[in-house]
């Protein structure tokens, strides 16, 4: 699908050069001599590799289509996650380079939305909130200002966050898996 230009947000993805790019940066230049344009930071799906690119505003680039699955984790290896579809049961394998740190948080049966370009997974997007166990934390320090006073924990995944003083080891609590924040206790 075309776009325009000026149409280019983070996050989007673009088939530019034969290739597949993930817009990271995008700002929009209106100079007092000459036209406008947007100055994209782009990094390449596959190969891992960036490029800045200036497209005029009259441009037009190609917005890559994706096809996105509802899949059920299942479980891992040492190379790859596999994933099957709950309609079909059909299982897919993805890289774990593919996945990255959203791997850890990864649980049994766990709902994901798997993106697919031209027939390959090429990102998974888990649910806004997960539940997760807290493994260890410090102990909160008492007179510390009641506001805003974190502590360093650890889940059980290994992934470390901040969590308010009153969560102990052991607890269930809601994260944001978009952010790694705290939400709430269960």
Known sequence: MKINAGEIRVGMLLEYKNDL????KT???KPGKGGAFAQVEMKSVGKNTKLNERFRSN???EKASLEEINFNYLYSDENNYFFMDPKNFEQIEIKKNIVGEKGKLLTENLEVLVSFYNDNPISIELPNQISCKIA???AALKGQTVSSSYKPAIL???IKIQV???VEAEDEII???RTLDYIKKI
């Open 21 to 24: 790019w993930q817009v990271l």
């Open 27 to 29: 700002q929009h230049v």
């Open 59 to 61: 441009e037009t680039v």
């Open 136 to 138: 260890s934390t410090d």
């Open 156 to 158: 059980e995944n290994g």
């Open 164 to 166: 308010p003083p009153f």
């Open 175 to 177: 994260l944001d898996t």
